[in-house]
């Protein structure tokens, strides 16, 4: 069985950073595509953040480039996203997500065949 989990969220001020961890178990996705989500309150899901299987190719979503960096450990099977310079339009539930058969990075949900519970970051101002 297939799980991802999801760590690291917290409160933090605005200006703060956080870095979330999302541990794979089950397969390995060493040469799949792997990416992040959020999801505010009354808001539908977003993309944030995808990577290809390589980790060569990373693919950001407008409002958090030059502030947010994925990268993976596939030794860990482990997929990160670091938080910089936070603000508290980031608060948000945020999800890992992994795909099965993409390589490449994409910010299109219905690529994604695996998902997380998600872990809470909260921005303060």
């Known amino acids: 069985q297939v799980q991802l989990v999801e760590s690291g969220g917290g409160l933090v001020q605005a200006g703060g950073s956080l870095k979330l961890s999302c541990v794979a178990s089950?397969?390995?996705?060493?040469?799949?595509?792997m990416g992040w989500f959020r999801q505010a309150p009354g808001k539908e899901r977003e993309f944030v953040a995808s990577?290809?299987?390589?980790?060569?190719?990373?693919y950001y979503e407008d409002l958090v480039k030059g502030r947010f960096t994925i990268s993976r450990d596939d030794a860990k099977n482990t997929v990160y996203l670091e938080m910089n310079s936070l603000k508290p339009e980031d608060t948000a539930v945020y999800y890992c997500?992994?795909?099965?058969?993409?390589?490449?990075?994409?910010?299109?949900?219905?690529?994604?065949?695996?998902w997380g519970q998600g872990t809470q970051v909260t921005v303060s101002s």
């Open positions: 089950g397969r390995t996705f060493s040469r799949n595509a």
């Open positions: 997500a992994a795909s099965r058969y993409a390589t490449a990075p994409s910010s299109r949900d219905a690529v994604y065949d695996y």
């Open positions: 990577i290809s299987w390589s980790g060569g190719r990373t």
